[in-house]
C-alpha cells in the first residue's frame, strides 16, 4: 500500500534552518510528483513546493523566496524539504503530498511533521 | 495565480441536513485534454492530513460515501453533503490543480448544530 511517512517533530530557534524528511512506499518513486504543504496553527492549507522525482525539477511558492529548496533521493524513495532562515511564522505542520497522475490532486497524505520555531 | 475562494467559513446543521460548500475560482478550471475542471475537495479532521474526497470535481473517490457530491464548472463550484452525519464533523478544502502553485481555498469549517 502506498505510504508516506515523515520524519518527527523539530523545534528550532529563529534563524535556524530545518530539513523534513518524507519516506515513500508501495508506489513506483519516479511516477509521480511529491508536493509539500504547511498549516500553521489554526489556519488553512498553504502550499510550498513541488518536485519531479523523475525529472529532478522543482518549483516554488514565491512568497518563500529563496529559503525553501527541495530535492528527491530516488535510491531510498525519500523527498526532503529544507527551509532556512526560519522565523516564528514558519511554525506549522509540514505535510509532504503526493500528486496523482499529473495533473492530479494530492491523494496520498504524509502525517505531518511539527516545526516550532522559537527562542 | 489562480485565487480560489471558498464560502462559508463555516457551517453549522442539524444531523441529516444537508450542507453546501461553494469554491470560486479567479479563472477557468477546464482542463482541455479531457474537458474536465481540475477541483479537489478534502476533508480534514482535527488532528489529521487531508484527505481526498473528490477529484475532477464531481468524480468521488473509492471508499467515499455517496452523500458527498461535487458539482459545478469553469469557475463556480459545489461540495454538497446530501445527509450530514456526526462523522463528517470536519474542515474541507478545495484545491485547484489547474495550475503550479496549487491554490487551495480558506476551508469551510463544519459543524453539528
Known amino acids: 500500500q502506498v505510504q508516506l511517512v515523515q520524519s518527527g517533530t523539530e523545534v528550532k530557534q529563529p534563524g535556524a534552518s530545518v530539513r523534513i524528511s518524507c519516506k515513500t512506499s508501495?508506489?513506483?518513486?519516479?511516477?509521480?510528483?511529491i508536493h509539500w504543504v504547511r498549516q500553521a496553527p489554526g489556519q488553512g492549507l498553504e502550499w510550498i513546493a513541488v518536485a519531479n522525482p523523475s525529472a529532478g525539477t522543482t518549483g516554488y511558492a514565491q512568497n518563500f523566496g529563496d529559503r525553501v529548496t527541495v530535492t528527491s533521493d530516488k535510491s531510498t524513495t525519500t523527498s526532503y524539504l529544507d527551509l532556512s532562515r526560519l522565523r516564528s511564522e514558519d511554525t506549522a505542520v509540514y505535510y509532504c503530498a503526493r500528486e496523482s497522475p499529473r495533473p492530479g490532486p494530492f491523494d496520498y497524505w504524509g502525517q505531518g511533521t511539527l516545526v516550532t520555531v522559537s527562542s | 495565480d489562480i485565487v480560489v475562494t471558498q464560502s462559508p467559513e463555516s457551517l453549522a446543521l442539524s444531523l441529516g441536513e444537508r450542507a453546501t460548500i461553494n469554491c470560486r475560482s479567479s479563472q477557468s478550471l477546464l482542463y482541455f485534454s479531457n474537458n474536465k475542471n481540475a477541483l479537489a475537495w478534502y476533508q480534514q479532521k482535527a488532528g489529521q492530513p487531508p484527505k481526498l474526497l473528490i477529484s475532477w470535481s464531481s468524480t468521488r473517490e473509492s471508499g467515499v460515501p455517496d452523500r458527498f457530491s461535487g458539482s459545478g464548472s469553469e469557475t463556480d463550484f459545489t461540495l454538497t453533503i446530501s445527509r450530514l452525519q456526526a462523522e463528517d464533523v470536519a474542515v474541507y478544502y478545495c484545491?485547484?490543480?489547474?495550475?503550479?502553485?496549487?491554490?487551495f481555498g480558506r476551508g469551510t469549517k463544519v459543524e453539528i448544530k
Open positions: 508501495g508506489y513506483i518513486f519516479s511516477s509521480h510528483y
Open positions: 484545491q485547484q490543480y489547474y495550475s503550479t502553485p496549487r491554490t
